[in-house]
């Protein structure tokens, strides 16, 4: 290093970075939480860091310090890209800062391989970037990323709970899913109503069940897009041939989808596409 970093207080001081609602923008200013966000991230020696809405860098400054080759930041905020100049100016050949939005971004042109992701996710896009990763899961070794704590239990939910969800049948169908920790609010400028839960998901080495991933993200949606009702009923925005397509998916068609496994859920879109495959 060529210089010691200013204390971040200093850096949202001078930079005048206070914080924008529109971008869902919560910054961490407890050094000591953000390195433990680090230190939960698997085999770093020698893998490039993704982080997507540094702000001011907080968590930048973690993922530099630990025995990463690097990392690539895309922040969208101008403000922000001006603050961490700063930090680039001390780790000048480990820092790479994007300007641009993270969901038109295509990470496989940015990374080296192999790479990690490490987010704290502004909260209004958090779930959308998550989907937007999903479609192609393997970019990354690993995805430590930190969501509003409902957001973390749909994704770990289980069938026949409340929280079960498409979120959670599509994460877990691609990833295994942890919930590791809580972040209080306290350590957050400025503190969120609510709790936030850090969370890793592992890509699969192959997905949990065989389904094409678009065919399944539709029936998903139909399932849930009416959860209260039978699936014989939801299922119709989709397909008319309910009865048809449930009996030979094997499911009873009384069900609601909040009772069905992954593993059901990628039957009925094998199904599903046979069925299609049928029409005149």
Known sequence: M????????????????????SLGQH??????????I?????????????????????????????EFAGVVAVERDERCIAALGELKAVYPDRLRVISGDAMGVDEKDLLPSPAHLVANLPYNVGT??????????????????????EVAERL?????????GRLAVM??????????????RSV????????STVVRLVPRATPLADASPI????VVAAAFGQRRKMLRASLKSIEARTDAWLAAAGIDGRRRAEELSIAEFCTLAREFENLGAQRP
């Open 156 to 164: 770990r939910a289980q069938p026949r709970t409340k929280a079960y």
């Open 2 to 21: 060529s210089a010691p970093l200013r204390p971040l207080r200093d850096l949202i001081r001078d930079h005048g970075l206070w914080t924008r609602k």
């Open 27 to 36: 910054f961490i200013l407890d050094l000591n939480v953000t390195r433990r």
């Open 171 to 184: 994460a877990q169908w691609l990833c295994e899913v942890d919930t590791l920790f809580d972040i209080p």
């Open 215 to 218: 065919v399944l993200a539709r």
């Open 128 to 149: 959308p970037l998550l989907f937007k990763w999903l479609e192609r899961p393997t970019t990354f070794q690993t995805m430590t990323l930190m969501f509003q704590k």
């Open 188 to 195: 957050f400028l400025p503190p969120p109503r609510v709790t």
């Open 38 to 66: 680090v230190r939960s991230v698997p085999d770093r020696a020698g893998a490039w860091a993704y982080e997507v809405g540094p702000g001011p860098g907080g968590l930048t400054r973690a993922l530099l310090e630990a």
